[in-house]
């Protein structure tokens, strides 16, 4: 059975750091690639970061990009999302996903095979 397990959300103030880790269970690192996705309200989930085997760890958007690290610990069969110099618009439940294969050009929700459940993070100005 797949589970991924997302926590480490919290509130923090304009310009602090969080990192959220995803416990995979399942699955290879080997063959899946692991994702965040964020999402504030209504149906669509942002693709945020992305990491397989192969590419290493992968940002999505500009807004991210020099402040948001992705990285994996195979031997706790954990990705982290390190989130340095947040800002009020990263407020957002955060979800992490399992995709069958590397990370693609674009990060789209539908392309993914299982989720984690979200984890919130809040971030004051």
């Known amino acids: 059975e797949v589970q991924l397990q997302a926590s480490g959300g919290g509130s923090v103030p304009t310009g602090g750091s969080l990192t959220l880790s995803c416990i995979v269970s399942g699955l290879s690192f080997d063959d899946w690639s692991i994702s965040w996705f964020r999402q504030e309200s209504g149906p669509f989930r942002e693709g945020i970061s992305c990491?397989?085997?192969?590419?290493?760890?992968?940002n999505y958007p500009e807004s991210v990009k020099g402040r948001f690290t992705i990285s994996t610990d195979t031997a706790k069969n954990t990705v982290y999302l390190q989130m340095n110099n947040l800002k009020p618009e990263d407020s957002s439940t955060y979800y992490c996903a399992a995709d069958l294969g590397p990370c693609t050009t674009t990060l789209f929700q539908y392309g993914m095979n299982y989720w984690g459940e979200g984890t919130l993070v809040t971030v004051s100005s």
């Open positions: 990491i397989d085997q192969e590419q290493g760890g992968i």
